[in-house]
């Protein structure tokens, strides 16, 4: 069987050693990048059969849980990672001629690949800590890509962003340290085995996990932390916009559904996140509504979602919610990862 790590291995590689290989093939390198995420898509398609019913569980260095970094790629998760390689390569292959689309192409050669292996590795991995410095790595990555295009009022909107993704990092964090001073590890199948055998004390823990998904809100765009990257729709390149929209945020939505679906939620909790998805789709498609600018309304619409997506996943473990409502989060982050890739694209 073919290992699946190795579409990570490859693309993470491809970014590490891009300026040192588009300084010598710079006319070609984005052909090589697309040969990648092409090879990818093809792992991808000849896994997913086999993991349909049993998934894989890929122990790094073959060093076992907690101890060692586990990457476990399940049937929903591969489908996002089959997503996110076919919308990379669409962006490579327009990079191959696409010259003047970014003030510095090698930058971009760089941050690219590297952006898509951290998303492919948050929708992958079950360390919390794992997820939370890959999310980082993948926040600095657009930082970078943000700024690659100097277009008006770009620096502002990259610092505005920068604000509100650091506060987020900031609870994520302080979570990180809460949960590990409780269960001791930050493995979610480990987690996971001691919420059923109630080894802890769960409301402590779901304080905790309540805290790193509000960090997380700051990721997916959800009011009031959507007011810090507005901005960075408005004012940055539409294909910037696209991976932002397309990519980044469909990997980071995943990440919360998956982190959501193991931890438990008190009754108040669940009620905060619905009154925030609420309110995100409401506030930003009347924003969208009264915007004339078409980047700003497709990034309100990218939000409005966003809100969609999280409320579906929170209502889905409350009484009234069924396991049709998470299919239809899953079905629904799919197509707005291609519809608003595609939409941005269309703005070049």
Same mark, same amino acid.
Do not use: W
């Given at each position: 069987m073919i290992n699946p790590v190795m579409i990570i291995i490859l693309t993470l590689a491809a970014g590490f050693i891009a300026p040192l290989l588009y300084h010598f093939v710079k006319r070609i390198y984005f052909l090589i990048l697309s040969l990648i995420f092409a090879f990818n898509i093809i792992e991808i398609l000849i896994i997913m059969p086999d993991i349909i019913n049993n998934p894989i569980v890929m122990n790094m260095s073959g060093i076992q849980f907690p101890w060692g970094i586990t990457l476990v790629f399940t049937f929903t998760g591969t489908l996002i990672l089959l997503t996110v390689n076919i919308l990379a390569l669409l962006y490579?292959? !327009?990079?191959? #001629?696409?010259?003047? +689309?970014?003030?510095? =192409?090698? +930058?971009?050669?760089?941050?690219? =690949?590297?952006?898509?292996?951290g998303v492919m590795t948050i929708v992958s991995s079950i360390d919390i800590f794992n997820i939370f410095v890959f999310i980082e790595l993948v926040t600095i990555g657009v930082y970078?890509?943000?700024?690659? #295009?100097?277009?008006?009022?770009?620096?502002?909107?990259?610092? #505005?962003?920068?604000?509100?993704?650091?506060?987020?990092?900031?609870?994520?964090?302080?979570?990180?340290?809460?949960?590990?001073?409780?269960?001791?590890?930050? *493995?979610?199948?480990? /987690? *996971?085995?001691?919420?059923?055998?109630?080894?802890?004390?769960?409301?402590?823990? $779901?304080?905790?996990?309540?805290?790193?998904? @509000?960090?997380?809100? @700051? &990721?997916?765009?959800? @009011? =009031?932390?959507?007011?810090? +990257?507005?901005?960075?729709?408005?004012? %940055?390149?539409?294909?910037?916009?696209? +991976? !932002? %929209?397309? /990519?980044?945020?469909?990997?980071?939505?995943?990440? @919360?559904? #998956?982190?959501?679906?193991?931890?438990?939620?008190?009754?108040?909790?669940?009620?905060?996140?619905?009154?925030?998805?609420?309110?995100?789709?409401?506030? $930003? &498609?009347?924003?969208?509504? $009264? %915007?004339? *600018?078409?980047?700003?309304?497709?990034?309100f619409s990218s939000f409005s979602h966003s809100g969609m997506i999280v409320l579906l996943v929170v209502i889905s473990k409350t009484e009234l919610g069924t396991g049709m409502m998470l299919n239809a989060a899953v079905v629904m982050l799919i197509i707005h990862a291609l519809s608003k890739f595609i939409m941005f694209f269309a703005l070049r």
């Open positions: 490579s292959i !327009y990079l191959i #001629k696409g010259r003047g +689309v970014y003030d510095n =192409p090698r +930058v971009v050669a760089t941050v690219f =690949p590297i952006i898509i292996a970078i890509l943000a700024g690659s #295009k100097k277009l008006l009022r770009t620096d502002l909107s990259v610092i #505005k962003f920068i604000t509100g993704t650091t506060i987020g990092s900031l609870l994520m964090l302080l979570s990180i340290a809460s949960i590990y001073s409780i269960t001791g590890t930050l *493995n979610l199948i480990e /987690i *996971n085995s001691m919420i059923i055998a109630g080894k802890f004390n769960l409301f402590y823990f $779901s304080i905790a996990a309540f805290i790193f998904l @509000f960090g997380m809100l @700051f &990721e997916l765009y959800i @009011f =009031p932390a959507n007011i810090f +990257v507005t901005d960075l729709y408005g004012h %940055s390149d539409c294909l910037s916009d696209s +991976v !932002y %929209s397309g /990519i980044i945020q469909t990997g980071m939505l995943f990440v @919360f559904i #998956k982190l959501f679906m193991l931890f438990t939620m008190t009754g108040i909790m669940s009620t905060i996140l619905i009154i925030l998805a609420s309110l995100t789709i409401i506030i $930003s &498609e009347l924003s969208a509504l $009264s %915007s004339s *600018n078409i980047k700003r309304m497709l990034g």
